[in-house]
């Protein structure tokens, strides 16, 4: 018998966003950019969002979104810590287009998980790198809220 699944909160990470850059549809859907200009962790682990980064994003014709977000944060304790968070959004078409224009959706309308991938030099910090975490997120026009828990 296998053990089984379970998952405990361990931060949320609010990412504040930047205006969308469009390279168009490339043959899959249309290629956004969505720079991370800042934001926050509270939690567990506590920090500020480095002011670099983005979001690459491809929607498909369906408007499910895939997005793969590439960023860092400082913690309190100057640790630096690298983030790579792939995930989907996807909900009925007349919402995810609001979300789009930068008009409020109720987050519980959507589907908006993500899977989280740490990096860090900092030994105090190394348990990010040694389990695995999800994450239930919720767009908003100007930033991203992401709850991540830890796999047990």
Do not use: W
Request: charged share 25%; net charge neutral.
């Amino acid at each position: 018998m296998t053990p089984q699944l379970e998952t405990r909160y361990v931060f949320t990470i609010t990412v504040r966003i930047g205006e969308v850059t469009s390279a168009g549809e490339i043959g899959t859907g249309v290629r956004r950019i969505i720079p991370i200009i800042g934001g926050e962790v509270k939690g567990e682990i506590n920090g500020k969002v480095c002011a670099f980064g983005a979001d690459f994003q491809i929607i498909r014709p369906n408007e499910l979104i895939e997005l793969e977000a590439k960023y860092a944060f400082e913690t309190d304790d100057g640790a630096v810590v690298y983030v790579e968070n792939k995930g989907l959004r996807f909900g009925p078409v007349e919402l995810l287009q609001k979300l789009k224009r930068g008009e409020p959706v109720d987050p519980k309308l959507i589907y908006f998980r993500t899977v989280p991938r740490f990096e860090t030099g900092a030994e105090k910090y190394h348990r990010l790198m040694q389990n695995l975490f999800i994450a239930s997120a919720a767009r908003h026009p100007d930033h991203v809220v992401i709850d991540v828990h830890q796999v047990l």
